[in-house]
């Protein structure tokens, strides 16, 4: 048998250790360290309930298999597939509002317009902002920070601002230029949902499609089956979806070439620049 042998290392880091001094500080530290993990338990504690909430959550029917069977963990495919459903409602509702936006951007668009004509429209679409994300969707190819520049002069517009009132309207004639005509169909949850997932599809380099089965006049590709059963519609085609994002994918930036970034105040080097519109 080997005898342990103390090495010069270990001689000095028991000398050092051993110290009153250092053994003080070293109590100041575990202390500091203590108060630290404890920070982090608390920061860590929602995601920790959130997590358990969905794991209690009843399962999903039809995205939920859809992503286990595809190697997703169990609580994040439900997970998912919440996330999913919700996004795919929440569109419906914003596809009922639709109308209702286009309508008072296309009333704003136009000069000479009363200040309580102004102020009804602004509210409806603050009402819009605040509570869907239907500007955001139909506007969906505007830069971000047009849209949102939008959404703060309508708080003041509702209010009868205006300057507010003037940049609503100067905003909503260039949106006007760019807006689809007739407002389009209602969108079901269920095509909400799956055009989601074709987008994020996309965006990891995985574009999905769909398969027709001609013998039996029926979709067979699991993605719509997956959608059916998440809800409850034998019926569902996934062609409307499909030429949803495929029409969105071609006129990806279109309406970028109308609005402009502020760069006079900029002090980056102008060949070095990498501002993007988003």
């Known amino acids: 048998m080997e005898a342990t042998v103390p090495t010069i ?4 880091i028991d000398a050092y250790f051993t110290r009153p001094e250092v053994g003080e500080r070293m109590k100041r530290v575990e202390t500091a360290f203590a108060a630290f993990m404890k920070n982090m338990e608390r920061l860590f504690e929602p995601i920790g309930a959130a997590t358990l909430a969905i794991a209690k959550s009843p399962p999903s029917p039809g995205y939920e298999p859809f992503f286990v069977r595809r190697g997703a963990d169990p609580v994040l495919a439900r997970m998912m597939a919440l996330v999913l459903v919700h996004r795919g409602r929440r569109i419906e509702a914003e596809s009922r509002r639709h109308r209702a936006v286009v309508e008072a951007v296309r009333f704003l668009a136009k000069p000479g317009r009363r200040s309580s004509s102004i102020v009804r429209r ?11 994300s239907a500007i955001e969707s139909i506007f969906r190819n505007a830069p971000r920070n047009s849209i949102m520049e939008f959404a703060e002069a309508l708080k003041g517009a509702a209010t009868g601002d205006v ?3 003037e940049r609503v309207m100067a905003i909503a004639a260039v949106f006007l230029l760019h807006l689809s005509n007739p407002p389009g169909p209602k969108i079901s949850a269920a095509s909400a949902a799956h055009e989601f997932f074709l987008e994020g599809q996309a965006e990891n380099g995985r574009p999905s499609g769909y398969t027709w089965n001609p013998i039996d006049q029926e979709f067979v590709d699991e993605l719509t089956i997956a959608t059916r059963r998440e809800f409850a519609n034998p019926d569902f085609d996934p062609r409307p979806a499909h030429r949803r994002f495929k029409a969105r994918e071609s006129d990806e930036g279109s309406i970028s070439a109308h609005f402009r970034i502020d760069c006079t105040s900029c002090s980056v080097d102008r060949p070095a620049c990498r501002n993007k519109l988003n």
């Open 9 to 12: 290392v270990d001689a000095l």
């Open 122 to 132: 602004a509210t409806v679409l603050l009402a819009a902002w605040n509570e869907s």
């Open 163 to 165: 300057v507010a009132c």
